[in-house]
């Protein structure tokens, strides 16, 4: 028993340090969308957004998830008194939750935006960790 928490509790850190040296590659590189921009006048232009499903961006954003969901459910189940089941509502939900508010914050940036297709590969990510970590224990 005393091994099986040790190689949990060492699997979750692993995943948390992934989840921080991802993040890491991508802290202050802003990844832009490729845009095209048509001139309407001297004053307005309309700009359009091409994003694709399928970059290294939408990468980071399945493996950040995953990394944060089954590191933060592992941390809880081995390291609290919380139940399991209590343990991946809030690592599943505060996943969820931190996608939507990067793609709020991308929203608000110049040549910002948001992306839902950033956002459905974060709720992939968050998914897919649910459905790995779920049975372990």
Avoid: C
């Amino acid at each position: 028993m005393k091994q099986k928490m040790a190689s949990a509790k060492s699997h979750g850190w692993q995943t948390a340090a992934l989840a921080v040296f991802i993040f890491s590659l991508n802290v202050g590189e802003a990844q832009p969308a490729d845009t095209t921009a048509s001139i309407l006048d001297d004053t307005s232009a309309v700009m359009s957004v091409v994003d694709s499903w399928f970059s290294k961006d939408k990468v980071y954003h399945f493996v950040l998830s995953y990394a944060w969901v089954g590191g933060s459910y592992s941390l809880m189940a081995q390291n609290s008194d919380l139940p399991a089941e209590s343990a991946m509502a809030i690592s599943l939900s505060s996943g969820i939750l931190l996608g939507l508010v990067k793609e709020i914050m991308d929203s608000r940036r110049p040549r910002g935006f948001f992306s839902k297709k950033d956002l459905i590969y974060n709720l992939a990510g968050a998914a897919v960790a649910a459905l790995t970590f779920r049975n372990r224990d």
